[in-house]
Structure formats: C-alpha cells, structure tokens
C-alpha cells in the first residue's frame, strides 16, 4: 500500500462504511482507517458493534445483529477494493494539499478526507467508574449482561438506546432499574411503552447516580433525586450507562469548525466542511437523528461530494 | 479455530492451565460478544507470532460459565494469563495489539 491516496475515510461505522463502498466504487481506491479494537462504542464498525438485535434497517424484516451488519458493510466496501488500517489516527494536517494524516509516526496523505469519527458513550464522571469498569459498571450491555443472571442491576438514561439496553438486560437480571434525570422517557413511543409494559423494569424518574459503591466489585450506589437533592441507597451488582454521546471531534479542534458540544459544522444541505477537499457524514455533525439509516445516506451523500468535487480539481 | 489456538472445556480447563510450561492467556468470550470478535484476529497473530513465548486459549463462557464465575469474570472479553497454574495479569476488555503486547511482555519469558 502507497502512504499516497485520493481518499481517506476517517471512521468505520455506517457513514464512514458507506462512504468507502460509494468511493470504491468510483475507483478511488479509498483508505478506510477504522480505528481500534476497543470496549466502547468508539471502535471499528462504530456503536452498532455493542448492540444486538437491529429492528428497524431497512432490507432486513427478520432485523440483523448489530455487528453482523456491519460485518457485511464491512465486506462490501472491501469487495469493491478499499483498503482497511486497523489503528488510529493521531494527527492531521489539513492546512494545505494534499492533506496529510498520521498514525503514530506514519504519515499518509490524500487528495481528499470524508469524516466519519462518530460519537461515543459519555460515562457518569463519578469516582471510582473507570476502576469498577469490567466489575459492575459496564459500556457493553450485550458484552456484559450474560453476568448478571438473576441479579438486581440498574441502567442510567431515558433514551432509546438506554430502553434498548433495559429491555435487553431483562432477559438475565431478576429487576432492572431503570434511572431517569427527567420526570419523562426521551425514547420513542414505541420503545417507552416496551418499557413501561416491562414488569422486570421499574423506573426511578427525576434521579440519578450520585455515588458508586463496592470494593472489589459493584455492590450498590445512591440515588440522587434531581428535584430536591435527597438521597437513598440502592443495591444493585451491574450499573449500565446510556446516558447520551459526544461527538468524536478532539482530533479536529482549531481544524474544522464545529459547534460548542463539538459536533463538526457541515454547509447547509450537504457535507461540506469549512475546509475545501473535507467532507463530514454521520453521528460527528448529526445530534439530531443519530441513526444507522441515517449515517449511511450521510456516508454516501458525503462520497458523492467527495467525487464531485475531486473531479472539478484537474 | 486457528492454529495454535487450544480450545479449553470446563472438564479440561485445570490440567491445560496448571500442566502449561508457557505463560498461557485465556481468552473468555461468546459467540454474541462485538468486541471478542474485534480481538479474535489479534490473539491469532500473537499465536503465530510468539508461539515460544506464549500459548493462547479460549474458552467459550457460554458453554463453560463456571469456569468464568470461579475467575470473577463479569465481562468480555476478559483475558487471563496464568503461569504455573497462577493468574499473573488480568486484561478486561478489547484492545489493540501493541497495547495488549505491551501489558503482557513483562510477564512473558524474553524471545
């Protein structure tokens, strides 16, 4: 593989997946830097990868298992010739052409960058979270909930994926604790009315985390009422958090415009950033949809762009 | 399964560990799990690569959970190097392989 490309594609998950198959396909011989291996929702194949089942992607009535689509978006870019790094990138230089980006001390460079870092899990910040990861708190329900069969656990949040993560967890966990900020579920209808039908889950509206307990492992934490600041233990071995995401945007700060949560500014109607030649698709300029569907039609909109605008270069 | 991969049992788990004259690193996954997936392919390459220094194995927690719930596992993947039959170092969690590499040589006999 030559260090010299005409694309780049920063990010694996299904903007940036889409993206690679849509510039393969016009021969433009993408490098897809996929970043690395890790437990989070920041890792090759993206969020999906720590979800099961996929209800609701068009083309699959039967639904499909999060990392198994990806898997086969994977697959698919490959098979039209994109050339995949397993690591990360550490550095960019978006200052003049060709762009230069750099894993470690290995500089590539290309004629055009596409975006597509996506968001991760924002976790409590609470003392003692990272040392109990993998003891109690878990970033990975479908990793992690096969441990708790028969145990009182809680989830924190009260979004879709918060839901997703309950209702999964049920399957193992005797109750399901299901922890809300708010006096109300930000999920969708049909995924509040799955939880409120849940006889396992029972809500803690207006309340959050406030401490985490346990020596070697999660033995319980307290809840914080959100309306007046008073508290009450609760037992619980397994602590999931879905409490929301933030963009995957440090490498970018003082290069590309962004918002001040961090999501990249993208021009009105298309996937354009501030900087001719970078273009922007998927969950890192999308606060608002943040879905699969939604990624991969930025991921090929953003190729389209790309291809455009590389043809009006010469 | 890969070559040089061995395959551990609840029935053979205790004689392959304990009997092991490498540095011998459990890998507990499942079928089901994204991220033991992510690392199957780096475990292959140190297997291949290190074969003097160390031997890897897998172990399937949903056919042997007793075998997790005896470590404490309570996450995948969760990796376990043992040495005469002692755990020396705990790796929760997928990671890339120069990170997994470096937590692991202090442990492993020089090549």
Redesign the interface.
Known sequence: MSNAHKVIIIGSGPAGLTSAIYTARASLSPLVIEG????TSD???GQL??T?EVENFPGFPEGI???ELMMRFREQAARFGAEFI???VTKVDFNSRPFKVWIRDTEHTADSIIVATGAQSLMLDLPRESEL????V?T?A???G??FRNHEIAVVGGGDSAIEEAMFLTKFASKVHLIVRRDALRASRIMQERALNNEKIQIHWNSRVSELHGT??LESVTLESTTDGSTSPLGVT?LFIAIGHKPNTGLFTGVLDMEDSGYLLTREGSTYTNIDGVFACGDVQDHVYRQAITAAGSGCAAAIDCERWLEHQH | MAQGIVTLTSSSFDEIVNSSDKPILVDFWAEWCGPCKQIAPILEEIANEMPNQITIAKLDIDEHGDIAGRFNVMSIPTMLLFHNGEIQHKVVGAKPKARLLEELTPFLPAS
């Open positions: 690395e291996p890790s437990s890792q090759p194949g990868m720590l099961t298992m999060g990392p397993t690591e990360k990861i993998g003891h109690g878990s990975c479908t990793c992690d096969f441990f070697d492992k397994g």
